[in-house]
């Protein structure tokens, strides 16, 4: 799927009862994921996908009648830290592929994410350690 030399992975709108029936568009590339929303004033969103964070789901009830469910995309972007794929259909095959397209893209740009891990121990003016905590064997 190619749209204005980008070639697309993915492409899905925003679904009203199960169906593409709003003016709300997603499509992902191989290293961007991109929101437009609107008809006659149209806002296009854009997210490097090595800046990604986090990606959950979510399915109400309703979604679920319908095939269709949320993705939640956490990242380190300055002006998108979060975006939603309001109903989508497929919502846990498209998390999949956005897992491993941002793997990948990591991957290629040498990018490595610490994590900061700590403890209520860790606090300032804390004296007590849990050594419970630290045990991977658990």
Known sequence: MKKNGIAYIWKDRKRRLGLPLSFTRYA???????VSVGFLNI??????????????????LGQRIFGV????????????????????KNPMEVKELLHKQVEEMKIRR???????MTTNADA???????????DDDN
Do not use: A, W
Request: avoid cysteine.
């Open 110 to 116: 040498r990018v490595r994410v610490g994590e900061i």
């Open 124 to 134: 300032p003016g804390d004296d007590e350690t849990d050594d419970d905590d630290l």
């Open 69 to 88: 469910g949320t993705v939640t995309v956490m990242s380190s972007d300055k002006t998108t830290p979060s975006l939603l794929l309001k109903n989508i």
């Open 43 to 60: 806002k296009d969103e854009e997210l490097l996908l090595y800046r990604v964070r986090d990606i959950n789901t979510s399915r109400t």
């Open 28 to 34: 992902m590339s191989e290293d961007r994921l991109f």
